[in-house]
């Protein structure tokens, strides 16, 4: 495993980024007001410690298929290929950091079980990948959570325990059960082992389609870009990695411009996968590799969801929809490139649907 | 091609249905009353020509993949395996046919076009299939025919002329196109040809899968269930065909039982695709190789389809969840047996959903 420092953005050139300029015409002054300094030291991966992730995660989880449409390469003016982990165990991305931060533990703390509190698609994750590995899922889910998911959760043996829909409720009996169980704690999104998990999904899409100029990841908490910049740069480091967002949660387009992570005050999205902020280690990850992020309407989104259900057949989640929507929003950009986009899922409310 | 004569149903024994008494159990007479006494002359196909109909229409359509999921297996308690023509060209399986219809016709026939009259998935795929073969297509739709079928035929480059909302009406603008431009008229059920295009994807399913004790097929006009019979007779002759349909319109089961093809009082189901009644050329198939049919409630239809749509993150249109309902019903019957669905297609009005 090598090591290596992610240098400050203040010590890269702004040449680094050539295309934000095209991509954000109007925003010559984009990435000029980039005044951070996160120095952050890592234990980066090379090629075959990459590897090893992927085939370790491997035997627990799907190899999705990657689909393309004839339709939507007409609309997106490119070529474009979806990385189907809405066709992933537990119908999310999510299982593949569950998985490896799992087997990351040793074997006493295996025994010892793991705790995260969630309110959706990671409580399923974590509660089956631990299912699988034979480990004890402790899940800590708000009093509101859909009753879909705690139903998921219970039949994949999570046990929950609930509180009170806040941060902090939920931080504190985590913690409890954490002091009383010995349980390791799993972040979602900011666990570094976790990061890697997700990343394997890039992985397998680099196995099956080469050659991207670009793959755009949606952006929630950041664990899933961060981990696909991760393996796109040792695996296909002419691939670019962009990101894309809501308009109405934009907060990782606004912590790339600031350089320090920002927060959202509203979260009025359809997109529930993305109203999270990235964390303190795949922030680093996402600002050294990321070269922009593309924010999309609302309508952008249902549009975008809608025309895969239509035309493609699958079920994407409108989190997905959201990658989806910045390519077809951005076919100036695009135009005539190969881009991958990472589906996160297929987790939706059928009997809540925009449309 | 070999010739063969259909035996009326009176010249065969009881037990050639062995399995019908265990799945309508309370049905003992189930086919005692068949009467009828079709005689019919069909050129029938050898495994060679069978396989000439493939690789004929093979360069014009889609492999659709065949997906299984261990929750359904789990629900049927019975391994399915989901053939998926949902994803095929035009959303359905129905551009087999059309294909396989068109290459049929001599070229000066080409020249002429064809004509259908269709108010949905038969005139996109008469309209796509013509276009790839560059023959002109005349659709004859009737005036309140779903915008997004006239849209989808349109953009198939498919001329269309549209009638008054009746069988008559339909019948006799497509007579006088035929008359006027000498096209050639296509059933979209009863066509011999259309129905051994069908039959190829039941003949990709078993070069996909082997050893299926059962493929079941949802049956509206009767071409996909006929065609699938043709095929699997030849390639899998110990794997036995059923049929699905919903209760509100049981014509084939009727059909079977009285030995003559029946029609519907009524048609008060959410799976449009199977309003339709069977015909001379496919009824006979039908009833010498169909062990039997299954029926289901619309709530059955529903729930099977929001199981599908859920777990397997797949869009099927309710005329297929009609077949996968079939399954989750008579799970006696199908208790540890190898079962192939057919999923006729995925075209789904999103905007009426039942959920």
Not at 73 to 93: I, R, S
Not at 162 to 189: D, K, M, V, Y
Not at 325 to 347: M, P, Q
Request: aromatic share 8%; net charge neutral.
């Amino acid at each position: 495993m090598g090591e290596k420092f992610i240098l400050s953005s203040a010590e890269r050139s702004p040449i680094f980024y050539p295309e934000r300029q095209s991509l954000f015409r109007n925003e010559k002054a984009f990435f000029g007001s980039r005044t951070f300094s996160i120095f952050t030291k890592i234990n980066f991966m090379n090629k075959k410690d990459l590897q090893e992730v992927y085939n370790n995660v491997k035997p627990h989880i799907h190899k999705t298929p990657v689909l393309h449409s004839r339709l939507i390469d007409d609309l997106a003016e490119c070529k474009v290929y979806l990385k189907c982990e809405n066709f992933q165990k537990a119908g999310a991305y999510k299982i593949r950091g569950a998985t490896n931060a799992i087997l990351k533990l040793s074997e006493k703390e295996r025994s010892r079980g793991v705790v995260t509190h969630s309110s959706g698609n990671f409580a399923q994750a974590v509660s089956l990948a631990a299912k699988n590995l034979g480990v004890p899922a402790y899940i800590v889910m708000p009093t509101n959570a859909p009753k879909i998911k705690k139903s998921g959760t219970i039949s994949y043996d999570g046990i929950i325990t609930e509180c009170e829909p806040t941060i902090a409720a939920r931080e504190r009996e985590s913690s409890r059960i954490q002091q009383e169980t010995g349980a390791s704690f799993l972040h979602p999104s900011n666990d570094i082992d976790v990061i890697y998990g997700q990343g394997t999904a890039c992985f397998e899409l680099l196995s099956q389609e080469t050659d991207f100029d670009y793959i755009i990841c949606p952006v929630g908490g950041g664990g899933l870009i961060a981990g696909t910049c991760l393996f796109a740069n040792e695996f296909s480091p002419k691939t670019k990695i962009i990101g894309a967002e809501p308009f109405e949660v934009d907060d990782a387009y606004r912590s790339l411009k600031s350089g320090k992570i920002e927060t959202n005050a509203t979260a009025n999205t359809i997109a529930d996968g993305l109203r999270t902020n990235l964390g303190s280690n795949n922030f680093p990850i996402i600002s050294e590799h990321v070269s922009h992020i593309i924010r999309v309407s609302e309508d952008e989104i249902i549009d975008a969801m809608k025309l895969v259900w239509e035309r493609m057949k699958i079920i994407i989640e409108p989190s997905s929809a959201v990658a989806v929507a910045a390519v077809l929003r951005e076919t100036t950009f695009f135009k005539g490139k190969k881009v991958g986009i990472i589906i996160s899922g297929g987790n939706v409310d059928l009997e809540n649907l925009p449309f």
